[in-house]
C-alpha cells in the first residue's frame, strides 16, 4: 500500500476510468495501467442549437496516441500508436478499443 498513488478530487469517470480534460487535451485511462489514451483537439466547429442565442463549440480534428505510463522510458519512447480522427466521438471509442487492446498485452 506504500506505492498507491491517489489523486484526490472529483474527477469524470467513464467506463470506470478517469477522464480528465486540460484546454485541448484529454486523457483517458487509469496511471496504474501499462497504457493511458491522450487526446490532442485541434480544432472545433460551430453550431447552432434550438435555441438562436446559443451556439456550441464541437471539436474536430483529433489526433490520438496511446502511451506507456512506464516513467523509466524517454517521453519521445511512450507512444505505442497514434491515429486522427474527424469527431471527438469517433476518436474516443477508436481510442478506447485500442488501449483496451493494450492494456490486455
Known amino acids: 500500500m506504500a506505492n498507491e498513488i491517489t489523486v484526490e478530487g472529483k ?5 470506470n476510468k478517469p477522464l480528465v480534460r486540460e484546454n485541448n487535451f ?3 485511462g487509469d ?3 501499462k497504457y ?3 487526446l490532442m483537439l485541434l480544432g472545433s466547429k ?3 442549437t434550438a435555441d438562436p442565442n446559443i451556439k456550441v463549440e464541437i ?25 486522427t480522427k474527424k ?8 481510442g478506447i478499443i485500442r488501449l483496451e487492446r493494450h492494456n490486455k498485452k
Open 26 to 28: 484529454i486523457c483517458y
Open 36 to 38: 493511458v489514451l491522450f
Open 31 to 33: 496511471m496504474r495501467d
Open 11 to 15: 474527477y469524470l469517470v467513464y467506463k
Open 46 to 48: 460551430t453550431i447552432d
Open 59 to 83: 471539436p474536430e480534428n483529433i489526433v490520438g496516441q496511446i502511451l506507456s505510463t512506464d516513467t523509466s522510458k524517454p517521453t519521445s519512447e511512450r507512444m505505442v500508436e497514434q491515429f
Open 87 to 94: 469527431e471527438l466521438y469517433e476518436a474516443l471509442d477508436f
